[in-house]
Structures are given as C-alpha cells and as structure tokens.
C-alpha cells in the first residue's frame, strides 16, 4: 500500500466520512482512553493512516438498503469480463418526478425497505464494454460500497462501547465559527427578539397563513371557494433561503452562484427544459434582472410566505382558472405585509403566549452569565412593546427588562442600521403609549422605539473597552465616550434574519454578527442517522471512481464506451443525491445545499455571520470568555484533496482487502 505524504493527505477528507466527528477523535487518541486509542489505530492503520489529529467524522449504522448485503454483494465478485457483459441491465438510471413532496423538513423520513431490484440499483455499478482496467477498479469499488455498511456498523458498535462516541456537547447544540471569536474580547451584546430570544410553535405560520389567506378573499376579492379548498400551512413544503420569482410566480432555491437548482410551480416541480428556458440557459438571471424579480425568503416568518404563494398558484392551476402569476405574488406579499402591520396576530399570539410559544428553560441562564460577565446588554426588536413584554415575561419572567442597559423596540431593522437621523422615543411602561419628550439618554429600565444605531452611539455613554479584559501589546489603547464602542467588534448582535438583523451590522458597522439558524440543529441530527450519511459514503466512493477511472483512461479522445460508462456513474451520483434530498423530506432538500452546490443562505451566513447556532440557549456550553476557531477556512479545490485508489486499498488483488477495515 502506497504511504507517500500525497496519499495521506488525500485520504483524509474521504475518511472524515467513516469513522466520528474531530471531538471524537481527540479524545480517542486522548491518555485517558487507551481502549479507544487501540481500537481506532486498529482501524486506522489498515489504511495505513497514522493518528496526527486530522477530523475524522463518526462512522453510522447499515442503511435499510444494504440489509441484503451479503446476498448483494456474493454476486458483485465476477470478473471484469462477466460484469461489462450485463452493465447494460445493471447501470442506474435516473427519472425525474413531478409529485408533490410531503415529509417533514424538520423529522427523519423513515424509508420503507426497498425490494433486492432497488439495493441493486443504487449499488450496482456500470461496467466500461472493453476496458479491463476500468472494469476492475470499478469492481472494487462496488465490492466497497457494498461491504462499507457492514463494517460501518460494526467500528460504531465497538467505539460506542468503549465510550468514544460520548461528547459533552451534543452536535445540535453547538456553536459554530465562520471566523476566529473571542468572547472575552466582546463588551457588548445585542438580541433580536422574534426566534432569536423567543421561539415559536408550529401554530403561529398556521395563524399567519390562515389570517393571510382571508385577506386575500377579503381584501383582494379572491373567489370565496379558496377559502374552503383545505389550505393549511405545510411546515413540509417550505424551508427557509427561498426566494420567489416575480414574473413566474415559481419558488426557487438558489446556489450560491445564484443559479436556481430547483423551482417549484404550486406544488408541481418546474422541469430543467423550462428553467433553461426561463433563466437564458444557464439557470441564472442578470445581476439587474435578478434583483427586480426574486424577492428572497431568508427569515422564518417567509416559511408561510412561501406556503401560501405555492398553494395559490396551485389553486389556479388545479381549477383551470386564468390568472396573472405576477399579480397573485403581490397579492400574497401584500397580504401577508399586512397581516404583519395590522398587529392582529401579535394581539392573538400576545393573549395566548403557551400556545405560540416555546418555553426556553436556559434563556434567562444565558443572559444573567453574560450580564455576570460584565457585558452590556442591549435588547432591538422590530416588534412594539407590548408584544414582546408578554413574550419575555412569558419566557423569563416579569423583571426581564433589569438585564438589559438598554430596550429598543419598533427598531424597523434594517432602517436602524442605515439611517442617521431617526430620533428615539420613549415608551411609557405602564400604558404602552409613546411620549413626546426629548430623548437625548439612554437609560437601564426604560424602553424606547424607532432610534437609529447613529442616535445610539449619541445616548450612550459607555468606554469601548472592558476594563476587565487583559489587553495585549498589540490592541489599541484608547478609550471612546459617546458610545463609539458601539462600531466596532467588540458588539456581538445574535438574530435570525441575516438580511434584517445582520448582513447591515456586520457589512457597515464591524460589528461580531450570530445567526441563530435551527435549520442546523435539525440538520445535524438527520445527518448522523442512518440512512444519510450512508448516501454520503456511497456519492464519495462514486465520485472517487469518477476521477480514478479518467485517470486510467487517459488524456486521449474518449470512446462511446468511455463516455457511457461515466455518464452511468454520474447518474448514479444524482441517485444517490436525490435520495438524500428525499430523506430530508420536503421538496427543496437542505437549507444549506442547493441541489449539489451550496446555496444562496448557506453563502450568505458564510459571509455574514461569524457565529450561528440552531438557537440562543446553546451559548450555555460556553464561557463568556470562550474562543471559538473556524473548522476550517479551506475553500479551493487543491486544499481539500480527495483519496487516491491505493489508500482505499483498491490496488491488492486480495480478495480480503476489499473489507475497508
């Protein structure tokens, strides 16, 4: 087996796919641990790996699709001859689908057992017509895939026992970095209220959806049949990054290159004829055009927004009725505007908090260890008073407004942001009304609406930096009056809505922006079960043959056989792409991924956001003088290299090494 540097560096982020996550790892190699520290070398050093610390991720159980493995795999073992003779009845194949997707976003789908026809499909790979070469790493290969489940569950088994698995921190509590954070160094934070402070249940995107949907009756005289045609909120339709064409009425889902990766018409999917057609061929729009007729999705609240718009058009559609699809967008934003405006939910959510919210147990925790820690705290919502006085004191109690030095409320992010001149006003606690007064401090115990950051910075009074905090050689020693503290990265602001709470604060103010993002919570669960990360492990294998097999054919002009046998392993990939997509369960697959590339919201909370955690109350795993360090800060191709043949142990000819461990 090849142990040269290059291979050891190339197998590193295909084994990061097998075996446990990096805080598993450390402490398998920890003193602490021999048993562990053993049982990994072991598996390790089969694939001559040595332990140097690298992220492994946490190996999973066997799929529902292997459970015939063994019966699979007895006929995988032929020669390269007999394989390239029935490649023709064994390659994948991939079909489009325009049903209606309704598993839940936010649950693991359980898969029925598919039929030994099916297993064979997804791991049964295509064989090259003449290439012997080809043929027996492509052998291999399937050997590999089909074998991997087996033994998968098998390292789990064993590093479960030993305790390797355990960690402090479940993965969908974490706190995740973008870039380096030094907490101890932050002196003042900032909260959000809506799903950033509070969270809610299921019930307000119904209340909102319904409210919005009379409206349209209502106020745009929309047929009263639509009222009775059993429209609800579908939490397994919508996920949040979306973004709706104007012109179309489509739903779509961006990659970060702005190409749209899926559109959905209503409920029916657009086919990739119609997106080249509509997007100039290239899925994609003009920066100008772009900006003119997708209107982005990116906040919670838009999940009933997106809903609504699908099931309108689809109504349409469904009955044969002409309509504008242009127009039925702006009735539905208009509507749904004006649900919010009206305050008409904030008054039913307000008068009923159990039902609309969710507790949040560690909350007030998470707020009196920053308080303790001598950082300010500073409360800017977008909702007016009373709303969020009955949520806060639902969740933390009626003195929640003693941990903050400063409650703004109506802020109208993210005008705050942006203007210079928009006075504060004071609101009077007891009546809720505004008064008329002068506002030229901010003080502790009172609250104030509209403001801008720019009147802030003029009503403070606070130094810009901590005197607690040691300061180095290299940090600039100067103290700031006026609230100049409040322009730099010494603010950390925690909120939802990147575009709303973030992108503005981070992009003109400096300030140290988190994303509370439960979207990675979920998915971070889903990713560890079974089913998932075994379509990972087989779309790595698939693409490692991909490259492998090129280089084995050469830099010559391909053949037919040549191009046939790659576009049947790329179909194949797609397969197995879709099945993940699929298991996620809504039709749109992750908020991270848009399709196979990384989407449109995952770049932006790159960009944007230093931090982001699935919700608030994760910060109490960490000190307020924690230091978070990206994972990794690699973006190109040439510094995230992929394994080679001979550290998968493809090159033996022993019919043993075809066990990956």
């Known amino acids: 087996m090849n142990t040269d540097p290059c291979c050891f560096m190339k197998i590193v982020s295909t084994v990061t796919l097998l075996l446990m996550n990096t805080a598993t790892v450390s402490r398998a190699f920890s003193p602490s641990s021999p ?126 026992e030993s305790g390797v698995l355990e960690t402090e921190i479940p993965q969908s509590e974490k706190v995740y970095a973008n870039s380096y954070v030094d907490l101890g160094k932050v002196d003042t934070v900032g909260f959000d209220y809506d799903y950033t402070l509070v969270t809610y249940t299921i019930e307000l995107l119904d209340l909102i959806y319904d409210m919005a949907l009379k409206r349209l009756v209502k106020d745009f005289q929309y047929p009263e049949e639509i009222l009775d045609a059993g429209l609800k909120f579908d939490p397994k339709f919508s996920i949040r990054g979306l973004a709706v064409d104007r012109e179309t009425g489509w739903i779509c889902h961006l990659s970060y290159t702005h190409k749209v990766a899926v559109a959905y018409e209503g409920r029916r999917k657009v086919s990739r004829e119609r997106l080249m057609k509509e997007y100039t061929g290239k899925r994609a729009l003009k920066p100008s055009e772009r900006k003119k007729r997708l209107k982005p999705l990116n906040d919670l609240f838009s999940m009933a927004e997106c809903c609504l718009i699908a099931d309108v058009v689809q109504f349409f559609h469904e009955r044969s009725l002409p309509f504008c699809p242009k127009n039925a967008v702006y009735d539905v934003l208009s509507a749904i505007g004006s649900t919010h405006i009206s305050g008409d939910f904030h008054r039913i959510v ?219 392993l790329e179909k194949m990939v797609a397969l197995w792409r879709e099945e993940q997509n699929n298991l996620l369960g809504n039709p749109f697959g992750s908020v991270f991924r848009a399709k196979y590339q990384p989407s449109l919201f995952a770049h932006s909370l790159r960009r944007y956001c230093d931090l982001y955690m699935p919700n608030t109350c994760a910060l109490r795993h960490y000190s307020p003088q924690h230091r978070f360090y990206p994972e990794d800060a690699r973006l190109l191709s040439h510094e995230i290299q992929t394994a080679n043949p001979e550290c998968w142990g493809l090159g033996s000819d022993a019919e043993g090494s075809m066990d990956l461990f």
Request: with cysteine; charged share 25%.
């Open 35 to 160: 048993s562990s520290s053993r049982l990994i070398h072991k598996k390790m050093t089969a694939l001559d790996i040595r332990p140097s610390g690298y992220p492994i991720r946490r190996a999973t159980s066997i799929s529902p699709l292997f459970v015939s493995t063994d019966q699979s795999s007895s006929s995988s073992g032929s020669s390269s001859s007999s394989s390239s003779s029935s490649s023709s009845s064994s390659s994948a194949q991939i079909t489009s689908t325009n049903e209606d997707t309704t598993s839940s976003p936010t649950k693991f789908q359980n898969q029925p057992k598919k039929s030994q026809q099916e297993i064979n499909r997804y791991t049964t790979l295509p064989r090259h017509k003449t290439n012997g070469q080809v043929n027996e790493t492509l052998d291999k290969i399937e050997k590999t895939v089909r074998h991997l489940y087996k033994d998968s569950l098998n390292i789990r088994s064993e590093l479960k």
């Open 350 to 568: 307000a008068e009923d908090p159990a039902q609309y919210f969710e507790p949040r147990p560690h909350l007030k925790e998470v707020l009196r260890k920053l308080k303790d820690s001598g950082k300010r705290m500073i409360f800017v919502s977008n909702s007016p008073f009373w709303y969020v006085d009955a949520g806060m004191k639902y969740v933390i109690g009626d003195h929640w407004r003693d941990m903050w030095d400063a409650v703004i409320v109506s802020a109208g992010k993210p005008r705050f942001y942006t203007e210079t001149a928009r006075p504060f006003r004071e609101v009077n606690r007891e009546t809720g009304k505004m008064e008329f007064k002068r506002v030229e401090r901010i003080e502790a115990g009172r609250v104030y609406s509209d403001g801008c950051l720019t009147e802030l910075t003029k009503c403070l009074d606070w130094y810009s930096t901590n005197a607690n905090v040691p300061q180095s050689d290299d940090d600039v020693q100067i103290n700031f009056t006026g609230g100049s503290s409040l322009t730099s990265p010494n603010v950390l602001y925690i909120g939802d809505s990147l575009f709303a709470d973030l992108v503005d604060a981070k992009r003109d103010f400096g300030w140290t922006t988190a994303a509370v993002t439960p979207e990675v919570g979920w998915e971070t669960d889903f990713a560890e079960k079974v089913q998932f990360s075994n379509a990972q492990n087989a779309i790595d294998l698939l693409l490692f043959s991909l490259r492998e097999i090129q280089e084995q054919l050469g830099n010559g002009i391909r053949s037919d056989d040549d191009i046939d046998v790659i576009v049947k």
